[in-house]
């Protein structure tokens, strides 16, 4: 959904509202595609064009692409049940180039219990770096 701000720019303008009508089916399109795909999928695709009975979609990997191409048969009945008349489906991929860095992973840590082991096993290791790098291991929070 489009923030009412951002809509009215779009519709004021004359030739961005004509854009703005021209791309609503594939707006609708998109809608109806990210309802059909499994989440993993919804992030990593997404409609790309539609020429003549032919859906084009793009994926930003090839696992993703591989995946949908074995999704096609189901999707193209899913989207005749809506109304759309597709004969086919072109999978492509397309990577999207990251704008923000990819997130942090969380910190590890061990429990108790790992703690204790580690800790078992350093006091029966000789005096050595494995056994200073365990320890050090141990004291991890």
């Given at each position: ?83 759309w ?43 050595s ?13």
């Amino acid at each position: 959904m489009i923030p009412r701000r951002m809509q009215r720019i779009v519709t004021d303008d004359p030739a961005l509202a004509a854009l703005w009508d021209r791309t609503k089916p594939l707006r609708e399109l998109q809608k109806h595609y990210a309802a059909c795909v499994p989440p993993y999928l919804r992030t990593a695709s997404r409609v790309g064009s539609v020429a003549g009975d032919e859906l084009k979609l793009f994926a930003d990997s090839g696992a993703a692409a591989t995946r949908l191409r074995l999704l096609a048969p189901g999707l193209l009945a899913e989207f005749r049940s809506k109304g759309w008349q597709f004969s086919a489906i072109r999978v492509a991929v397309q990577v999207r180039s990251r704008t923000e860095p990819a997130p942090k992973s969380p910190r590890k840590s061990l429990d108790t219990q790992g703690k204790q082991s580690l800790q078992r096993l350093a006091d029966q290791l000789p005096e050595s770096p494995l056994q200073a790098a365990i320890r050090r291991l141990a004291k991890l929070k």
